[in-house]
């Protein structure tokens, strides 16, 4: 089976093959299944849970700055921040000599806000 096929097929096997009757949305592909694996593997650290929220709340920050926030050595946030962007949950640019992270998209800041509610927090 090539790699792409295995990718659009869906996670679980009902007898029969067929979707369950009354089903309202369609199973997610083993595709799907590896980007949430990775996205929560990356956010399973506390410190890399913790950059996350930091920049949940001050939408970018440079390395520097979430070094002093959190605060880490900034070889330990950099090891962080290159899980985070592996695992898509972040995405750095520059500014002129400076380099800035915030996270990906909106999905990943409701992602981390769910989290913090999900635990009884309030951000």
Avoid at 75 to 102: M, N
């Amino acid at each position: 089976m090539s790699g792409s096929a295995a990718a659009d097929m869906p996670l679980v096997n009902r007898p029969g093959g067929e979707p369950t009757v009354g089903m309202a949305k369609p199973e997610p592909t083993a595709q799907a299944l590896n980007r949430v694996i990775a996205a929560l593997r990356g956010m399973a650290y506390e410190h890399r849970f913790r950059i996350l929220v930091v920049l949940m709340v001050d939408d970018e920050s440079s390395p520097a700055d979430l070094a002093k926030a959190l605060p880490l050595d900034s070889t330990i946030v950099a090891h962080h921040l290159r899980h985070l962007l592996d695992a898509k949950l972040i995405r750095r640019h520059r500014r002129g000599r400076r380099v800035f992270y915030a996270l990906s998209d909106e999905a990943t800041r409701r992602l981390v806000g769910e989290v913090v509610r999900f635990a009884g927090g309030e951000l």
